[in-house]
């Protein structure tokens, strides 16, 4: 069975977590767009990893993990985190393969990026980490891909320094190198997870352009950033918070007043970590849009939602989501394409009771606080999509699962 987790809202939403927890059953973890601009923290035993360009699934002794043709690597960065890996015990040796595909970061691209957008009329917040560059190129097609590595002709395009920089990684990247259409047809009938990275509306296509990263993060992406044909994905999964958070600029419709809400901000903020793992920017915060959820649902064809982060809202007084949006005094409750439409939209908000007791402890969905149980009956009935999972902590084991996700 081939599974899909992708992010459903802005990036961030726990994906390191539930892939990690999904992947004890799959034969092998492919992760199919962007680079080091992701970051993916997992607890195991309370051990903290942070992982920015390697599948979550590396961290189970022995399974294969696949760096998609979608993605773009940078070198250094892939050699410093499997370095990082090996220093806390992990033999990634003989198991980590990248597409031949895939194209490179290098390092001139990380301040062309920084530049580009400091001179932006509006900045979109980037990493900083290339990752734009290398898919402008890869579009205007003068990108750097693995597969050329071992090609002069096909390196035509590089610069002075780059050569020096490549020939540093040139033999240990094609060691790893492979063939993911071959790949993925010999694990067909297998359990293969596909790992996205950042969100749905993080999409360059489906996301709130221009304040968007540029790879395919969407489910679609998962075809076409790995090797398959996007009926062999049998199922695909949206990870989403009990709230909002986003990391960068744009419009975040729900983001809690900064004034009237400084207290509730900075509970989430700080209760729910949300400070970014690759940059270590702050993370704006606000309620649960489910106009924006609906969406994500929609344009991914989500099978399931998994909730994570519900523990945040564990002692608040009454919770909050987002029904509708008042744009110009007209109701909108489809998401909306226009940028302008989207910054100028106020959200209509429906109240629920919190729940007011811990849920970290819980096993099973029965076992909820009512109120807990309601509010999630209640983005189950919005979005027509079914919340399958429920992460109460970051813990592997605290995980509530209704719904056998590999079968
Ligand atoms: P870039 O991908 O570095 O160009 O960044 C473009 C936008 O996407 C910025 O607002 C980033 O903060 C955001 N972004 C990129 N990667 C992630 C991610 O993994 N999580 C959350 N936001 C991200």
Excluded at 19 to 38: C, K, M, P, S, T
Excluded at 195 to 211: F, M, R
Excluded at 342 to 352: D, E, M, S
Aim: overall charge neutral; charged content about 25%.
């Amino acid at each position: 069975m081939n599974i899909v987790i992708i992010g459903a809202q802005w990036g961030d939403e726990g994906k390191g977590k539930i892939v990690d927890f999904l992947a004890g059953d799959a034969e092998a973890i492919v992760r199919y767009a962007g680079g080091a601009n992701a970051g993916h923290t997992i607890v195991i035993d309370r051990r903290e990893y942070a992982l920015h360009l390697i599948p979550s699934g590396i961290l189970y002794p022995g399974k294969q993990v696949f760096l998609g043709g979608g993605m773009v690597i940078d070198p250094q960065a892939l050699f410093e985190e499997l370095r990082l890996l090996e220093e806390r015990g992990i033999d990634w040796q003989g198991r980590v393969f990248i597409s031949d595909r895939a194209h490179l970061v290098l390092p001139r691209y990380r301040k062309i990026d920084v530049d580009r957008d400091a001179v932006r009329k509006k900045p979109i917040g980037t990493t900083g980490r290339g990752i734009g560059v290398a898919y402008a190129l890869k579009s205007e097609r003068v990108g750097v891909r693995l597969a050329d590595l071992d090609n002069g002709e096909a390196l035509g395009n590089l610069e002075t320094g780059d050569t020096a920089f490549l020939d540093q990684y040139r033999d240990r990247l094609l060691a790893m190198k492979t063939d993911m259409a071959a790949e993925l047809y010999r694990l067909r009938g297998k359990n293969v997870l596909f790992e996205g990275a950042q969100g749905s509306l993080l999409d360059i296509d489906s996301g709130t352009y221009p304040y968007v990263s540029s790879g395919l993060s969407s489910a679609a992406g998962a075809a076409s950033g790995s090797g398959v044909g996007p009926r062999a994905l049998d199922k695909v999964l949206g990870v989403c918070k009990a709230y909002t958070t986003r990391v960068g600029n744009g419009p975040l419709p729900t983001e809690f007043d900064q004034k009237s809400q400084s207290a509730l901000y900075q509970f989430v903020r700080d209760t729910g970590r949300e400070y970014g793992v690759t940059t270590g920017r702050a993370r704006r915060c606000g309620s649960l849009d489910l106009v924006a959820l609906r969406y994500a649902c929609r344009v991914n064809s989500l099978d399931a939602l998994v909730l994570t982060h519900l523990d945040v809202y564990d002692t608040l007084d009454e919770v909050e989501v987002c029904v509708a949006y008042d744009i110009a005094g007209k109701r909108v409750t489809d998401f909306p394409g226009s940028i302008a439409d989207l910054t100028a939209a106020k959200p209509v908000l429906r109240k629920f009771p919190g729940w007011k007791t811990p849920v970290t402890g819980t096993h099973t969905f029965k076992e909820l606080p009512q109120a807990a149980k309601n509010y999630i009956e209640f983005i189950e009935e919005f979005t027509e999509t079914p919340v399958d999972t429920v992460s109460v902590g970051y813990e592997r084991t605290q995980t509530i699962v209704r719904n056998q996700i590999w079968s």
